[in-house]
């Protein structure tokens, strides 16, 4: 089992950043690939970033590529999306996932609520 648990949410100014960490325990974080997901209020989740066990593969939605960074630190068992040039319809509630391979979702954290006022 993997416990996921999001954090760093919050109101911003549209422009502005904000940096998201999730911190996993449980089983050894290394192997797992991990992502970010979101979700509006009234549409589904959509995918965001993913990044590779080792955080040498990547992969952005088109919407938030370049604007979005996601990196990991695996002595600190913590992903991070770092979030740039935010605009008003990046609001959501924001996810991160794990699993063994990019693509695969085995475990999810309960969100953190992300707003940009525009």
């Known amino acids: 089992q993997v416990q996921l648990v999001e954090s760093g949410g919050g109101l911003v100014q549209a422009g502005g950043s904000l940096r998201l960490s999730c911190a996993a325990s449980g089983r050894t974080f290394s192997i797992y690939a991990m992502g970010w997901f979101r979700q509006a209020p009234g549409k589904d989740r959509e995918f965001v970033a993913h990044?590779?066990?080792?955080?040498?593969?990547?992969y952005y939605a088109d919407s938030v590529k370049g604007r979005f960074t996601i990196s990991r630190d695996n002595a600190k068992n913590t992903v991070y999306l770092q979030m740039n040039s935010l605009k008003p319809e990046d609001t959501a509630v924001y996810y991160c996932?794990?699993?063994?391979?990019?693509?695969?979702?085995?475990?999810w954290g309960q969100g953190t609520q992300v707003t940009v006022s525009s």
């Open positions: 996932s794990a699993g063994p391979n990019i693509g695969t979702h085995n475990y």
């Open positions: 990044i590779s066990w080792s955080g040498g593969i990547t």
